[in-house]
């Protein structure tokens, strides 16, 4: 059995965990719009349009403890910019 020390712990360990992962979502969230805005900009050679964009982002489920603050606000303009460093990095 478990005491309320290890409980506490296990409780730390998950909400950091927690934490991590929104933190990952939103950065995947980034890196893949980014590609599809490359992709689907005419002057990359792209289609055009790329099937299955995102329509926004859906930001994580807060926690009061662990996830305060919301992680998603500047992910737009994190996506544009990571777009322009796509396409500057495209060969001619």
């Not at 730390?12 to 990952?24: L, M, Q, R, V």
Request: charged share 15%.
């Amino acid at each position: 059995m478990k005491n309320l020390s290890q409980l506490q712990a296990d409780r730390a360990a998950a909400g950091a965990a927690y934490a991590a992962a929104a933190a990952a979502y939103v950065n995947a969230y980034v890196e893949l719009h980014a590609h599809d805005q490359a992709l689907s900009n005419g002057n990359v050679g792209g289609a055009g349009s790329v099937q299955g964009q995102f329509p926004s982002l859906q930001a994580p489920t807060p926690h009061g403890e662990f996830l305060r603050e919301p992680l998603h606000g500047d992910a737009n303009d994190r996506a544009r910019a990571r777009c322009v460093e796509i396409i500057n990095s495209l060969e001619d």
